[in-house]
């Protein structure tokens, strides 16, 4: 049986801590949970986190004051999803369908997590990618309400009382964002709180974290976009990003506030620039528990794909020669990530790097190589390699790098659309007789390649995912299923299974568990079908797995919190998970 609150809410009672000053979790003296409710009359309707509309019983609606505001008739959750389904349904386009469902979301939380739960491979590409990327665009002249935190350099100065003031006393998951590098689309301004919104909504619906323990942030330390700075409607601050030590100093202050009023939460930094990526993930992993899912989160759930495909094949993934195109922080996520599943198969770490080729717009990355940032150091080929470029150019091309290499594996993260065309792809299979094609760049729009193409040009023998959902492929009579290696598969099994462990740190090891343990579901279930990633419709079943996984690596780590001992970890992961079932809502006695 799944909780309705989970293990966070029960952890926040022993620590004496309310949920929020307008409701707490309780339990009766039959050890039900119920809610507590502190306002009274219409407020208790304005709060999605109460309000259930038509669904509020007749006892709830006497006893809060609400009797005569809502419709005589009381309805069931499944009446209300019937309605919610069929009006969202209705809307004209996925924006709509977006918007439509933020809206709900600000209404009445659990009916919005009810509905996307129940169907959400339908619903996961309008909250998240690709549909995120559109709304966060247009974020400006679409907005209608307020949702997490936001700090700019107009109060980072009272972060501490602007995190203490907030409506949520015990929050366990912050997904931050300096909104610098949008999925493919690049700085957005404020607008970018579009992807914290969307990715918690997944930590909910697939790992089961309560969503009264989690917040958006953005970060708003400005933008360089002079369209924003000039448009009438932008809503964000209204100047250059902050750099340098401005920009660090503006960090450590939003840190700072979240450590004194939120010791148990967890940072999940997010599309933050390939710089500040590294360097704010390196100066604050071990201050608090944190990591950058753009890096680590992509380079794990790539990873896993790839055990999955070369476990298709019966190869290993220390015989791959792997070329990775783009080397931006999702780039050198994966790119760490394969070398460090090298290492783990018994390759020498020096072996490991010498199978794995990084190329960014200059070409490969080279030692020796001028005005190289320095996250690209450990990624870099013996300058001897630069003998592949034809014509006396300065590194080889992704052609060059392909033939020469003698690459297996050809991953993209590049965002540049078509840059997988019928040379690049044809090459491949003359270097292997099945190749391994991911083309991971989001969104759709952006992607190196569309699936369609790399089966006519490989003649239906490659092994292709994306990074965006795509339609199987017909090819030759057979259907081909797309595989979406999507972060999703990781991230909020990751964050829940930290969370479970009062994880102090989230480890490297953690990260790798995490990635095995998407391989190992896939090929227990899903290989024998065909599919390199599973369905998005397994995606709660897959983020159970890896929290499961990470709990013990946090254990054997030494980073867990909780005392765990004793516990049967399956069990516990499973009947604390949240789900979107109405409680029962009493007002507080004063």
Not at 224 to 244: E, Q, T, W
Not at 274 to 287: G, H, Q, T
Not at 418 to 435: C, D, H, L, S, W
Request: proline share 5%.
């Amino acid at each position: 049986t799944q909780s309705t609150w989970g293990v966070f809410s029960r952890v926040a009672h022993v620590r004496n801590v309310s949920t929020s000053p307008y409701f707490d979790v309780k339990r009766d003296a039959s050890g039900n949970r119920y809610l507590e409710v502190a306002v009274h009359g219409v407020a208790a309707l304005r709060l999605p986190q109460i309000n259930k509309g038509a669904a509020f019983t007749e006892e709830e609606r006497n006893a809060l004051g609400i009797s005569g505001l809502l419709p005589p008739t009381t309805k069931t959750m499944d009446q209300q999803l019937q309605r919610t389904y069929r009006r969202f349904s209705a809307q004209p386009s996925p924006l709509e369908k977006y918007q439509y469902l933020r809206d709900l979301q600000e209404r009445n939380e659990h009916l919005y997590f009810a509905l996307i739960m129940a169907h959400l491979e339908e619903c996961m590409p309008i909250i998240y990618t690709p549909t995120v990327g559109d709304a966060c665009r247009k974020f400006s002249h679409m907005y209608n309400y307020p949702r997490g935190l936001s700090f700019s350099r107009k109060n980072i100065d009272q972060a501490d009382k602007i995190v203490r003031d907030y409506f949520l006393n015990d929050i366990r998951m912050i997904v931050a964002t300096d909104s610098s590098a949008i999925l493919g689309i690049g700085d957005q301004g404020y607008g970018g709180i579009g992807i914290p919104i969307g990715k918690l909504a997944l930590y909910t619906a697939a790992g089961g974290v309560s969503p009264f323990q989690t917040c958006p942030i953005t970060l708003d330390v400005g933008t360089n976009r002079k369209d924003l700075l000039d448009d009438p409607a932008y809503l964000g601050i209204r100047h250059k990003r902050l750099v340098g030590k401005e920009y660090m100093e503006f960090m450590e202050k939003f840190v700072k506030a979240v450590k004194t009023n939120w010791p148990k939460a967890i940072i999940q930094w997010e599309d933050l620039s390939k710089d500040a990526a590294f360097s704010v993930l390196e100066r604050f992993r071990d201050e608090v528990s944190s990591f950058n899912d753009d890096v680590q989160g992509t380079g794990a759930v790539t990873l896993g794909g790839v055990l999955v495909a070369c476990k298709s094949l019966g190869q290993k993934l220390s015989d791959q020669r792997v070329v990775i195109s783009g080397a931006g922080a999702g780039g050198a996520g994966v790119a760490f990530a394969i070398i460090q599943g090298m290492v783990r198969e018994g390759l020498s770490l020096e072996e490991a790097r010498k199978r794995v080729f990084v190329l960014d717009s200059a070409g490969l990355l080279l030692e020796g190589r001028s005005r190289m940032e320095e996250y690209k150091l450990g990624l870099t080929q013996p300058r001897s390699t630069k003998e592949w470029a034809k014509g006396g150019s300065e590194a080889p091309t992704l052609l060059e790098t392909i033939e020469n290499s003698k690459a297996t594996v050809l991953l993209g993260l590049s965002g540049i659309s078509g840059q997988f065309n019928k040379t690049i792809v044809e090459q491949m299979t003359k270097n292997a007789e099945r190749p391994i094609i991911f083309c991971l760049s989001n969104p759709t729009a952006n992607v190196e390649a569309l699936p369609s193409d790399v089966f006519e040009w490989t003649d239906g023998k490659a092994l292709v995912a994306c990074g965006s959902p795509f339609a199987d492929v017909n090819f030759k009579g057979k259907s081909h299923p797309i595989g979406q290696g999507n972060n999703a598969f990781v991230f909020p099994g990751l964050g829940a299974g930290a969370i479970i462990a009062g994880a102090s740190k989230i480890t490297d090891n953690m990260i790798m568990e995490g990635s095995l343990a998407l391989a190992e579901y896939t090929i227990n279930n899903w290989l024998p079908h065909g599919r390199i990633y599973p369905p998005v419709s397994d995606i709660r079943k897959v983020c159970q797995y890896v929290a499961v996984k990470v709990v013990k690596q946090a254990i054997a780590d030494g980073v867990n919190t909780v005392n765990l001992q004793d516990q049967d970890i399956e069990a516990l992961v499973a009947t604390e998970s949240w789900s979107p079932v109405y409680p029962h809502v009493r007002p507080r006695a004063f």
